[in-house]
């Protein structure tokens, strides 16, 4: 008698990138004849895609291995995968021994092997995903999308120097995906009712650098025609990537959000040399000028490290001032972690936590005003949103200024999971606006 097929549950930490991960495994998973199950207590295995960018992600990540190892029943198995598994495979095994399995980004393809052999489970058919060499980048993903957006991931690794990031040492130098492949992928989404897609890459604007493949521009111009699309968002634009033509083509592009994701990440020069990253202030209000004089009504994100090491009272005010003069719709604050093996772990003038937590609220307090006028600018206007979800009997939408996830929502008087709509916004609160449905879009 042949036994059931086992189940399995992901729960997924980090970032938009890890969520395309965790897609790809789950349609390899249920490729090769794993089914989904409905709960982390019901399932024959439960698994972390983990987040190992910086420690409190890592700390998230132990913390959610260790409360699902108890939620989980008796005989069932566990096993951590994604970033942190990746970078710290042979001490997370040793550390954690309620893991039944530890596996890095680089053996994915032992996944299905490792997972029928815990579970003892001789599936019937040998399907595709049973490879023996496959890359997590081209493999199917889930077979039901979750939500009316998704990721598609056109890269992975990354060829750039940050001193702060650990990134390029786990995921490698840029590896791009041929547009086709990625054009493919889109139209499966969109086939099954996805309308926007996120394109997501440590380094997006740089696509394609790497291989023969065309660049960003034109890759966006070859996927934008694809039926059922309506709305392509570029995530992670390094700022000097972000050449003329890319402003042009998100201006120009009606499928195109007009957001622009600017890795920014401080403004002044001092600090950005230690970074290793180009630009100064100055460079980065040009660069806020030029889109906004290409795409007025663009809006615009960007993430900012606080407290890197060496930074002064006067370079805490140069970015609090470059926040005031850019007027960015939406900012991350993000504390400076000293990553194990990166150059900035190890330089000098550490700042201590206690002063980078000051440092952030004081320029989160600038942002959050900023990022109000903003939104309450927006009443009166009308937009094309999505809704993403009902909460509590009230739906949730966006329009091209909100990504999911990271910024504010615009809740709606009526309205289904995966509407385009027409609204006019009536009114705002912090980050969230309301507004009427006036027509579908
Ligand atoms: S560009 Fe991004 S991923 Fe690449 S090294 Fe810099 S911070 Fe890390």
């Not at 997006?204 to 065309?214: C, F």
């Not at 007025?296 to 960007?302: L, V, Y």
């Amino acid at each position: 008698m042949t036994s059931p097929a086992p189940s399995i549950w992901l729960t997924t930490l980090g970032c938009a990138k890890n969520q395309v991960d965790s897609d790809k495994i789950t349609g390899m998973l249920t490729a090769a004849g794993y089914t989904e199950a409905s709960s982390p207590e019901s399932a024959d295995v439960v698994m972390v895609n983990t987040c190992g960018f910086i420690e409190p992600a890592r700390r998230e990540s132990v913390d959610t291995i260790l409360e699902l190892s108890g939620a989980k029943r008796d005989d069932a198995s566990l096993v951590v995968v994604g970033c942190m598994a990746q970078r710290y495979e042979t001490e997370l095994a040793e550390a954690l021994p309620e893991a039944d399995a530890v596996l890095g980004l680089d053996r994915y393809s032992e996944l299905v092997d490792r997972l029928d052999a815990l579970r003892r489970w001789t599936p019937l058919t040998i399907g595709s995903a049973r490879r023996s060499h496959m890359d997590i980048l081209y493999e199917t993903r889930r077979p039901t999308p979750m939500t009316p957006y998704a990721y598609v991931k056109v890269a992975e690794g990354c060829d750039k120097l940050c001193t702060f990031c650990a990134i390029p040492q786990f995921r490698g130098k840029q590896r791009s995906r041929g547009p086709e492949n990625i054009r493919d992928e889109i139209a499966e989404l969109a086939a099954a009712g996805v309308g926007e897609i996120g394109l997501v890459a440590q380094d997006l604007a740089a696509y394609g650098r790497d291989t023969d493949a065309p660049d960003i521009v034109e890759l966006v111009r070859r996927v934008s025609d694809v039926e059922g699309l309506r709305r392509l968002r570029l995530y992670y634009l390094y700022p000097r990537e972000i050449r003329p033509a890319l402003i042009e083509e998100m201006a120009g592009n009606p499928i195109v959000a007009n957001y622009f994701d600017l890795s920014l990440q401080h403004a002044s020069s001092r600090l950005l040399r230690a970074m290793k990253r180009p630009g100064s202030g100055e460079q980065h209000r040009e660069l806020v000028e030029r889109i906004r004089s290409s795409a007025p009504d663009a809006a615009m994100r960007s993430s900012f490290i606080v407290g890197f090491p060496g930074e002064t009272d006067d370079d805490v005010d140069e970015l609090a001032s470059f926040l005031d003069d850019a007027r960015l719709d939406w900012a991350g604050f993000f504390p400076f972690s000293p990553e194990e093996g990166t150059e900035a772990a190890i330089m000098e003038n550490q700042i201590p936590d206690s002063e980078k937590q000051a440092r952030l609220r004081h320029l989160q307090g600038i942002q959050d005003d900023i990022t109000t006028t903003c939104s309450v600018g927006q009443i009166g206007r009308t937009f094309t949103v999505v809704v993403d979800q009902v909460e509590d009997g009230r739906p949730v939408a966006r329009s091209y200024r909100e990504a999911p996830e990271i910024d504010g929502v615009i809740i709606l008087d009526r309205g289904e999971p995966g509407e385009w709509l027409t609204v006019e916004i009536t009114g705002g609160y912090g980050t969230d606006l309301d507004a009427i449905v006036t027509g579908s879009a």
